[in-house]
């Protein structure tokens, strides 16, 4: 079995992404030789239909996915820290290779439009907090919502779609001259100089982001409860779907430290088990290399399906192909793990579209026996579709 290149995790336009188009990421997926490419976005599946055709254009591999943040109320109250390094309990889930064309029955359908709209109303609250704090400090400068929404989103409205509009602004205000910007957004940010090169788009939109619309900051919204759905829930509706529950594990940060639920690698998997999940994910830019083959290699060992992705859910722009920190290349080991995940997950979209059970069923359970089976079967599926 030949093994191709993987990355199965990208956000889209449709939700926020570094693309301006949802094209940009399969033209890039060719240029460097990326075969299998797993659409990711948070809480919709918009960008479906545009993705197969693209894939299908570009003799590209599709998996269809969807990213959720729910809630685990028991971690939460213990303080425990999940897969969200600051806020106990909330946890961030993926639904891998979903069946497609996509289709969800109630009550399922109406608790995902819930919290998409949930998720899309607390921004419009960021942004009418965002336009007051800037009628203080500069009058003329406002944000105009449903420019954006045509603009510069495909549906779901995120945070980061404020921090690119309000650098947009700015940018037109003073003309581009990068001074001026500088001097701008210091009187925006309170007294707090810029200090990203105003030619550096990305980095000035995290500024804008962690100085504004994160806690503390003058546009600043909280979640309110019913932005999350309870953990269970989201897997409920990934499986209605015809998805596989995905844990992303976020694994060592740059001091190398884990977080109060992924710091022991046993005792994670154990209760990943005990909680219904098969499968994992990890974001490789993330992580060590060698700690990344450490946690990678022992789950894949331990009968979980594991993948890799680089998300691409903030402005900077990244290569398709996957590297682990500081552009360290992946090795033959990881890049197996990742293809064979990959090779699972491809032979359960193929099986749902004919109509048969996938590698999960209905309640979850996962055919671990027969794994190398499906390796086998996504790889068939994969060549074919590539060919």
């Not at 797993?38 to 996915?65: H, M, Q, S, V």
């Not at 919204?221 to 998805?243: D, K, N, R, S, Y």
């Not at 680089?310 to 552009?327: D, T």
């Amino acid at each position: 079995m030949k093994l191709k290149n993987v990355n199965a995790h990208l956000h889209t336009p449709y939700s926020f992404s570094a693309f301006s188009e949802l094209t940009e990421a399969l033209d890039r997926a060719v240029q460097e030789n990326v075969a299998v490419v797993g659409i990711n976005d948070f809480y919709t599946t918009a960008g479906y239909e545009a993705w197969n055709t693209g894939c299908a254009e570009r003799k590209l591999y599709p998996l269809f996915n969807i990213e959720f943040i729910s809630l685990n109320t028991a971690d939460q109250q213990a303080g425990l820290r999940v897969n969200d390094p600051g806020n106990p309990g909330r946890t961030y889930l993926s639904g891998k290779a979903l069946a497609y064309p996509f289709r969800l029955a109630s009550p399922y359908a109406e608790q995902l439009a819930a919290v998409q709209k949930e998720s899309n109303e607390q921004v419009e609250k960021m942004h009418e907090k965002l336009n007051r704090h800037l009628s203080d400090i500069e009058p003329s400068m406002q944000l105009d919502l449903e420019w954006i929404k045509t603009h510069l989103t495909k549906g779901s409205l995120r945070e980061r779609h404020l921090a690119t509009a309000l650098r947009l602004k700015v940018n037109e205000a003073v003309q581009g001259d990068a001074l001026k910007a500088a001097d701008c957004m210091t009187r925006i940010f309170g007294g707090k100089a810029l200090q990203s090169d105003w030619s550096n788009a990305a980095a000035v939109e995290n500024e804008i982001r962690g100085n504004l619309l994160k806690a503390g900051g003058a546009a600043f919204v909280p979640e309110e409860p019913t932005a999350f759905l309870p953990m269970e829930t989201v897997c409920q509706i990934i499986l209605a779907a015809g998805g596989i529950p995905t844990y992303p594990f976020l694994a060592d940060d740059a001091k190398g430290n884990y977080t109060d639920f992924e710091g022991d690698l046993e005792r994670v998997a154990d209760q990943l088990e005990a909680r219904g999940f098969a499968s994992v994910e990890f974001i490789t830019t993330r992580n060590d290399v060698v700690l990344l083959e450490r946690y990678a290699s022992y789950l894949h060992d331990r009968g979980f399906v594991v993948t890799f992705g680089s998300e691409h859910n903030s402005p900077a722009m990244e290569p398709i192909e996957l590297f682990a920190r500081h552009g360290k290349s992946l090795n033959y080991r990881l890049k197996q793990i990742n293809y064979e995940g990959a090779c699972v997950l491809a032979a359960h979209q193929h099986l749902l579209s004919q109509g048969l059970p996938g590698y999960v069923d209905a309640n979850g359970k996962a055919n671990k026996d027969k794994r190398n089976e499906y390796i086998l079967l996504g790889n068939q599926v994969i060549e074919a579709r590539i060919k």
